[in-house]
């Protein structure tokens, strides 16, 4: 009827940082179909693609409500043909018969198994592929394999670290590495970052930013750090990284870009006595430890806030900010700055606050970053 009072518009977000996204996930059922289709285009390096199933499946987990029909996605970004061709099966037949293939074939099932391995990427598990290997005795047991490094501790390690790091566990590091840093420096300050800021009750790894408020004693601190937990006999794998900052640079427009800070990936042995409800397997149990996967990064004072934003994620939400920032904004974000391209100035932030505030966006809190 005229004059009827307009029906309620809720608009979804094409980008991820103008939507909450908490660790409740009601449409699992799709998004888990997407990332499986998006795995496959990164495998085959179609990079829209894998995209557009990633952008997808991260609109969907924004969603407080299960997609019941296609209907319900009428008004929702970010969805096309293919995308919602897997919907309607998933919807009609309760599976989607392109996914059932594709977990079913023989090369998406070696390179996933392959790329479950520290220090083994997309590039290397199809290397292998070719060259006809299928099993991790078919790699280790090939005489002209050469593994790096962090390749031979990823074999090493391989069942601890690819079972879950729980709160607890991740609990449990936070005070060795507040105890590790506190005995050198008194002033430094460890926040937790990653997957654990944002609420998830597990992980793959435990990220730390460590800041300290003396100048240029975040470029040295970190040796200094190792060799503490070296000393304490729980190092068993250290990749280090030497800070390469340089603060006249502007943000980097490859999102994929590593920062420059000072960091370092490391394997730490966790003893199971420490931690309540840490030993949950029946090797560990014998053995009283196991090894986790721990990421330190050590941003200067001033570049903190951007240095945890950066860091908190998830990707998808890191991916969304920066391109919201380039296309919407005129500003360049990465890990270290935000640049006003009209301005042609650098914007300081010392929260995270400050820099949704810098772009016009609405504060999202980390636990609404699970994009
Ligand atoms: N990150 C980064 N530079 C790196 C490694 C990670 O900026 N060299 C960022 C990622 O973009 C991500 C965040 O740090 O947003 C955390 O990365 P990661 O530990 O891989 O993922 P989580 O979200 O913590 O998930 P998980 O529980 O699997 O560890
Ligand atoms: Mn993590
Ligand atoms: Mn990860
Ligand atoms: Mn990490």
């Known amino acids: 009827p005229e004059g009827s009072t307009p029906t309620p518009v809720t608009t979804v977000s094409q980008y991820a940082c103008q939507r909450r996204t908490t660790i409740e996930n009601s449409n699992k059922i799709f998004t888990d179909a997407f990332e499986v289709l ?28 299960v ?73 280790l047991t090939e005489p002209d394999i050469h593994l790096n490094r962090m390749q031979q501790t990823g074999f090493l390690h391989y069942e601890d670290i690819s079972r879950a790091v729980s709160k607890a566990e991740a609990r449990a590091l936070g005070n060795i590495i507040d ?32 800041t300290t408020p003396e100048l240029d004693r975040e470029r040295t601190l970190l040796p200094d750090i190792i060799d503490r937990l070296e000393q304490q006999g729980i190092l068993l794998y250290c990749d280090y990284q030497a800070s390469t ?20 990936f490391l394997i730490l042995r966790l003893e199971g006595s420490k931690v309540e409800g840490g030993l949950n397997c029946a090797e560990e149990d014998r053995r009283g430890w196991r090894a986790v996967r721990v990421d330190l990064v050590l941003p200067p004072m001033d570049r903190y806030a951007f240095a945890l934003l950066g860091w908190t994620g998830s990707r998808q939400f890191e991916r969304d900010l920066r391109r ?3 296309s919407e904004r005129r500003m360049l974000l990465d890990n270290h700055a935000l640049y006003d391209k009209t301005k042609n100035e650098f914007l300081a932030a010392t929260t995270e606050k400050d820099i949704f505030a810098h772009l016009g966006l609405e504060y999202i809190e980390p636990w609404q970053r699970n994009a």
């Open 38 to 65: 998006a795995d496959s285009y990164e495998f085959s390096e179609i990079e829209g693609s894998c995209l557009a199933f990633r952008r997808a499946a991260s609109v969907l987990k924004s969603l407080p409500c």
């Open 67 to 139: 997609v019941r029909c296609l209907g319900d996605t009428e008004d929702l970004p970010c969805l096309g043909d293919h995308t919602k061709a897997v919907m309607e099966e998933i919807l009609q037949y309760g599976r989607s018969f392109e996914v059932e293939k594709i977990l079913s074939d023989e090369r998406f099932q070696t390179l996933k198994l392959f790329t479950s391995v520290f220090g083994v990427g997309p590039k290397t598990a199809e290397k292998w592929y070719r060259r006809g290997l299928r099993s991790f005795s078919d790699i």
């Open 179 to 210: 105890e590790a840093v506190h005995a050198i420096t008194l002033d430094a300050m460890i926040a937790l970052t990653g997957g654990f800021r944002r609420g998830k009750e597990f992980g793959h790894d435990v990220d730390f930013i460590v």
């Open 245 to 264: 900052f340089d603060i006249t640079k502007l943000p980097s427009h490859r999102f994929e870009a590593m920062d420059h800070f000072a960091k370092c």
């Open 324 to 326: 919201f920032a380039r």
